[in-house]
């Protein structure tokens, strides 16, 4: 394989960049994720792959229920901020201002929108774990254009 | 659930355009996809969400292969024409200039990049399946900015 060729064309790629939140009681946490895509509207559906090595994995594969936040433009700092590593980082939500949505996970106060999701299925994917799950509550907070990897100018996020 | 919110942070997600390939022996198509992610580095992986009730979907589950074409600034007619229907027009690719790539499925001449796909496994998502699959080949075929759904202006491609 042309490493260089695919390299260039994965860079190609377009994201968007979104809060992922998971709960398993008092342990909670959120990572930046541009891995992420709808994949049905009948029952509407999306996936997210999560690094098999992240905090938030296990959180998600004990309680099988997250929170997908739409980020908003002009907040690439905020999607750094939850980017950094859970065990550089561990109270990474306790910087941000969020509240409890009606599953439990944390809301960003300042998201675009959010989306309640519940898990139907998972599938191994190399280095990471793709997550399948039914949309089953969502909010609107604000106005706006959603912030993408192109004005963070991020390669990769999580 | 709020429907008018589900609705409105479905689509906050930010995509680009792909044109997917497929190619069983004569049989061939292609299709555009803006449900589409890389899931892993390492390996280099990447996920696509097709439509059951699509013609390409037959070919990539009888093949286990297909090619992702990435389109570049200004392909939105490209887009729109390999995104209609197979019903309608079922020999979509032979209105666009193309040659086969290394494992036989069709390369859009004028595409940015392309990644040559074998899959690994897949999961059913609703109205959809999401077919998991390693890269294992690439080619760069111009310089430029790759075509989003922002650009195009379009809703859902595929």
New interface residues.
Partial sequence: ??E???K???R??????YVVTARDGDDENGFTA??????????????V?VENQSHSISLIRRTGIFT?N?LASGQRELAGLLGKRWEKVPDKLAWVAHHPGPNGCAVLDDA????ECEV?????????T?F?A???????LREGE?L???EAGFR?AG
């Avoid at 675009?112 to 989306?115: E, G, K, V």
């Avoid at 139907?120 to 990471?128: K, R, V």
């Avoid at 039914?134 to 609107?140: C, Q």
């Fill in positions: 394989m042309d260089a060729a695919k260039t064309a994965l190609m790629f377009t994201y968007g960049l541009n891995w992420l895509t709808q994949v049905s509207f009948e029952p509407p559906m999306l996936a792959s997908v739409v675009r929108a959010y989306l139907t299925g998972s599938i191994p994917a190399g280095d990471s793709v399948i039914r949309v089953v509550g969502a909010g609107v959603p993408t990897m192109a990769h």
